[in-house]
């Protein structure tokens, strides 16, 4: 067989293969190029056969030209090769991602399933093909009643529930219907997902929105609070200052002054109430004054226990040594202990109180071991808390009781803690519980009439200015500094005491004190005014009052020019004996 002088790349060593081939009577084919004009190479399919003629063999064929067909073959490859990529891709995707898939057949076969669906349920991809869905998720020998594949088969629609795993996480399932061409249902594929953290991320955000939600309540009443509180002191101021007047005007040993002495108890507990209310409102540092702590307990002891089942059982020694606190926050922190005990004995039982004093090795090693200590602790026969709850009882918001705030326990840790001191709980269930605070010890020696009745008042002389809104203790504080030997002037707003200041300082006349409400609704306030009247007289001699007796502003007042706090209410005394310290010279730091 001659080979085409056309064919340069032809392969020799198929030519005896040729040959017999044409010999058994089949036509041989090739493909091959040729060289056409221009001496372009074309690809072309060349079909011969064997003809034997006298005894000679012919060779007898044909080609065509095979150019498109080789083009589209060569596309055809590329296509698999980028497909066949594109599927490897996507496959190593579907391994990848945390999602379950599984493929299921109509009878629920598993066709198909990457590894999340297989860890989900405890085997290997390839242990589940061939296995049913229901056997090696749920052990069962047939379909679960509430199968979502199955309703997706009967209805032909997406479908999702949420179950839990082996492994005993929430597992959030989605089953999607793949049809043919003719829109029959031929598998199902089912996305699993794993959601166990999104749904305690998504409760503990509720939990915290609750918890924002409760805040901003609290805050609107902290507003509302302390706006009531400070209308209450103000009324209170009202009687108890007209109450010390009516008295300086009795004689001594008057029936009338026992009288006194009751409507000035009475006040003295509603003025406890205004400290409940002030729970509520901002601010909370302590204005401090040496205290003898025998009547604060055993006022809070008979208030708490009033109307209730529960008896109480104090025991106070006589040296208790006095401590440098604000009263009313001091009892409202035994007033919430107190009335914990109450509630946690529904059917009675019998609250302690006990005081003692502690000297440095008597101390735990939290306290400061250069300072002594009083310390108080209140005791009930109670249920108790339960241990895992205990190191708990101080935060906010946390409470055993349905209707608790949660904020009762938190506000006296407060307390305690900005008056240098510490609280500390015991329990045991069934046991009862016991609360003990400990105060740093006063080193001010205490007069023997703590409760400020009877106070001596001292004759003094000189100019007082007085602001406050209202004209009723304006009116009260000017008689009050009369009787007491000083003249006085009352102003409505810090706008008027300013320049009636600078216009005396001119004069060279300058008031010998003044007295300055922290609010004045509309006007300027006791802040604002005492910076005035300082940038008049640097040396000005300024007293505080307010019946937001827990404004930062109380508790610090020296930090804003002031030497000296008066909180609503007040008596004459206790003006007479701030004054005294300050035109003295005793209101040093």
């Known amino acids: 067989m001659r080979i085409p002088d056309w064919d340069p790349e032809f392969d020799m060593s198929s030519v005896d293969e040729l040959y017999q081939q044409m010999r058994d009577g089949k036509p041989a084919r090739l493909e091959t190029v040729h060289r056409v004009a221009l001496g372009k190479l074309v690809p072309v399919e060349v079909t011969s056969s064997l003809l034997v003629h006298d005894g000679r063999e012919y060779t007898c064929g044909y080609f065509y030209d095979i150019t498109e067909r080789k083009a589209m073959e ?88 949420l179950q839990a795993s082996h492994t005993g996480r929430s597992i959030e399932l989605r089953s999607v219907p793949v049809r043919d061409e003719g829109g029959k249902i031929v598998k199902v594929i089912e996305i699993g997902r794993d959601v166990t953290d999104q749904i305690a991320a998504e409760a503990e955000r509720n939990e915290l929105e609750r918890k924002l939600l409760h805040a901003h309540k609290l805050e609107s009443l902290g507003i509302l609070a302390g706006g009531i509180a400070h209308d209450f002191n103000n009324i209170l101021t009202g009687i108890l200052g007209n109450l010390s007047i009516l008295r300086m005007q009795l004689p001594e040993g008057h029936k009338g002054q026992e009288r006194i002495d009751r409507c000035e108890k009475a006040v003295s507990q509603a003025t406890g109430l205004t400290c409940q209310l002030l729970t509520f409102s901002k601010g909370g540092d302590p204005v401090k004054k040496t205290i003898e702590l025998r009547h604060l307990i055993e006022h809070s002891v008979s208030f708490a226990l009033t109307g209730s089942n529960v008896a109480s059982k104090v025991n106070i020694p006589d040296d208790l040594w006095p401590v440098d606190a604000d009263e009313g926050q001091l009892e409202q922190v035994l007033n919430n202990l107190l009335i914990n005990a109450v509630q946690a004995m529904p059917r009675g039982g019998v609250v302690r109180v006990a005081a003692a004093n502690l000297v440095p090795e008597q101390l735990e090693s939290g306290a400061s071991q250069l300072k ?40 006296a840790y407060s307390i305690v803690r900005k008056h240098g001191g510490d609280i500390s709980v015991t329990s045991e269930p069934g046991k009862g519980i016991t609360f003990e605070i400990i105060i740093p010890a006063s080193r001010h020696a205490i007069g023997t009439d703590n409760n400020r009745v009877h106070r001596v008042v001292t004759i003094g002389k000189g100019l007082v200015l007085v602001m406050d809104d209202e004209e009723y203790i304006r009116d009260m504080v000017c008689e009050m500094l009369s009787m007491m030997g000083y003249e006085a002037e009352s102003f409505s707003s810090g706008e008027e005491l300013v320049q009636r200041y600078r216009d005396m300082t001119r004069e060279g006349n300058a008031p010998s004190a003044v007295i300055l409400d922290l609010t004045i609704p509309g006007g300027m306030g006791g802040l604002d005014t005492a910076k005035a009247v300082l940038e008049v007289d640097p040396t000005a001699r300024l007293i505080v009052a307010s019946g937001y007796s827990n404004n930062p502003a109380m508790a610090n007042y020296r930090q804003h020019g002031f030497v000296a706090a008066l909180a609503k209410p007040y008596r004459l005394e206790d003006i007479s004996s701030e004054l005294e310290k300050v035109l003295n010279g005793s209101d040093a730091p």
């Open 74 to 161: 060569e596309a055809l490859r590329e296509s698999e090769s980028r497909y066949r990529g594109l599927f490897l891709e996507f496959q190593a995707l579907l391994n990848g991602i945390p999602d379950g898939l599984t493929l299921l057949s109509p009878n629920l076969e598993v066709l198909w399933a990457n590894p999340a669906a297989a860890r989900a349920t405890g085997h290997e991809p390839q242990d589940l093909i061939g296995s049913y869905c229901y056997q090696v998720r749920h052990q069962l020998d047939k379909p679960c009643s509430n199968c979502i594949v199955l309703e997706t088969l009967r209805t032909g629609e997406l479908n999702e529930t």
């Open 372 to 411: 002594q200590y009083v310390a108080i602790v209140v005791s009930d026969d109670g249920e108790g808390i339960a241990p895992e709850n205990l190191a708990k009882i101080f935060d906010p918001y946390f409470s055993t009781k349905e209707t608790g705030s949660g904020l009762g326990l938190t506000s």
